[in-house]
């Protein structure tokens, strides 16, 4: 309880939800009048002066509980999980996926890509990231609160403090409290986890590079390389400055995407929204009291659960993660005040008005996915034509060609196979051309991933029909003749 220190009329002392004490749930309804849902906006009200509690230049953030927050949580874990796990599965006895950089290979399950495939990256990265603009035209910066890294470490951290220095309050308490041996044993626990949890991170992204059945036991044990450790370290320094001390630091001032999003929303994107219609004019009052006043009961609950620490209410700011904390905060207390949830909601501005035209009718709808599916395509006929052998024809440059005792020429070449699978291959090889021609090698074995350097030497004993013929250098996988590559190169006779 405490009393209002607002002119909202004659008001009582007022009930306000505190901040680390959960309201209890309402036992009636509202008994004010609902406000129309296109009700526009007192003009007299000014954009709230509150803002989230900051402790040592540090936002310090109320940890907060909802729907949106457990689809953040369960997406966030399993995410985090696979980043961990993926470089322990192995696949044909290697690790799955393992950027072999000393061989300059990338190996993903049972696809092996040399420096010549990463287009095929490349349209993968352009793909990821069409797809992304696509998903922001219909829901925002959901990426950013959901799916994000930056995100994902920044709440765990948060979790990590707050279960060594308490609630949000006892936070902001403790870091203006003085030094003691209390406050000394909370830091250095929570700082410790905090470099054990950043270690932990940086194995895990050094793992994709390094195998990782070798990697943790080595650095652990102190045994690692000198640069596997300093790779280690750097990611580990990165993650420990960035989710622990940075935090929504990275997302207000070091983020590109926050700066370009709005070139992609239109007025039918949905992003966390207040209905300023509804909520306005806002101010604290009993429960179950009749006013005149809008919706919103100026909890700042909203502010303080805010992990970059802006006040929604203000209207769609380039800082919103879209995380959804001040959702279900403000639906925790339209539930104690018996009020209809959803003042603060996922919702586009065009929605508010009652305008939800079809997709086929929105121009960005039709742009996006026509780039997209142009993309998708374009990227699915380059993994189409990628063939797992690689055929590099050199002539011999010393001579053109020579004559040998029994009348024939020969020209030599040095073929340079590679077998870009995963599995030990034998190939053939011939030759087309317009005259008989006898082959010094018609048959090779190559293992997985390696590459050989052929000398091959092609004589023709019969008629040449000029002294520049072209040659068609053939090279099949015996296991599956679909698989072949070709190269042209010519033949030289007096």
Not at 51 to 59: L, P, Q, R, V
Not at 85 to 106: C, K, T, V, Y
Not at 459 to 484: C, H, M, Q, Y
């Amino acid at each position: 309880m405490q009393q209002s220190n607002q002119s909202q009329g004659s008001i009582p002392v007022t009930f306000i939800p505190s901040a680390d004490q959960e309201p209890s749930a309402a036992k009636g309804p509202s008994a004010k009048r609902e406000p129309s849902a296109l009700k526009q906006p007192s003009t007299g009200h000014k954009p709230s002066q509150k803002a989230a509690a900051k402790s040592s230049g540090k936002i310090q953030f109320r940890s907060q509980s909802g729907l949106f927050q457990r689809w953040r949580t369960a997406s966030g874990a399993g995410l985090i999980a696979l980043f961990f796990l993926l470089p322990f599965i192995s696949w044909h006895g290697r690790q799955a996926i393992w950027f072999d950089l000393s061989n300059q290979q990338f190996y993903f399950f049972g696809t092996s890509l040399w420096p010549q495939d990463f287009t095929l990256l490349a349209w993968v990265f352009i793909a990821a990231a069409f797809g992304l603009f696509f998903v922001t035209l219909f829901w925002g910066r959901v990426w950013c609160g959901f799916l994000c890294p930056q995100t994902q470490w920044t709440f765990m951290f948060a979790w990590v403090e707050e279960k060594f220095e308490g609630s949000r309050n006892q936070r902001i308490k403790l870091d203006k409290a003085p030094w003691s041996r209390e406050k000394l044993t909370k830091r250095v626990g929570k700082h410790s986890s905090w470099l054990l949890m950043s270690l932990l991170t940086g194995c895990g992204f050094i793992a994709y590079f390094v195998p990782a059945r070798e990697l943790y036991p080595a650095i652990f044990s102190f045994s690692a390389g000198f640069w596997d450790t300093a790779w280690v370290w750097f990611f580990a320094i990165c993650t420990y400055l960035n989710a622990g001390w940075m935090r929504e630091q990275m997302c207000l001032h070091c983020c590109p995407y926050a700066r370009f999003q709005s070139a992609m929303f239109d007025e039918f994107t949905k992003t966390v929204t207040y209905d300023a219609a509804r909520g306005e004019s806002r101010g604290p009052r009993k429960r179950k009291a009749a006013t005149n006043l809008g919706d919103c009961v100026d909890c700042n609950l909203c502010v303080e659960v805010c992990p970059t620490g802006i006040d929604i209410r203000n209207g769609l700011q380039y800082e919103c993660i879209n995380c959804g904390a001040c959702v279900d905060a403000c639906n925790q207390t339209m539930a104690n005040f018996g009020y209809k949830p959803d003042l603060i909601a996922f919702a586009s501005e065009a929605e508010l008005k009652g305008q939800t035209p079809p997709l086929w009718q929105r121009k960005r709808f039709i742009g996006y996915g026509l780039a997209l599916v142009v993309i998708l395509t374009t990227m699915g006929l380059d993994m189409a034509s990628r063939s797992a052998i690689e055929l590099n024809v050199l002539r011999d440059r010393q001579s053109l060609y020579r004559q040998t005792g029994t009348g024939g020429i020969e020209n030599t070449y040095l073929l340079k196979i590679r077998n870009k699978t995963q599995q030990p291959r034998e190939y053939s090889i011939t030759v087309a051309s317009p005259m008989p021609l006898a082959v010094s090698a018609s048959f090779v074995s190559i293992g997985p991933g390696e590459q050989i350097e052929l000398p091959l030497t092609l004589t023709a004993t019969g008629t040449i029909p000029a002294s520049r013929s072209k040659l068609v250098f053939r090279v099949s996988d015996n296991g599956d003749e679909s698989e072949t590559v070709r190269q042209e190169s010519v033949f030289f006779a007096p």
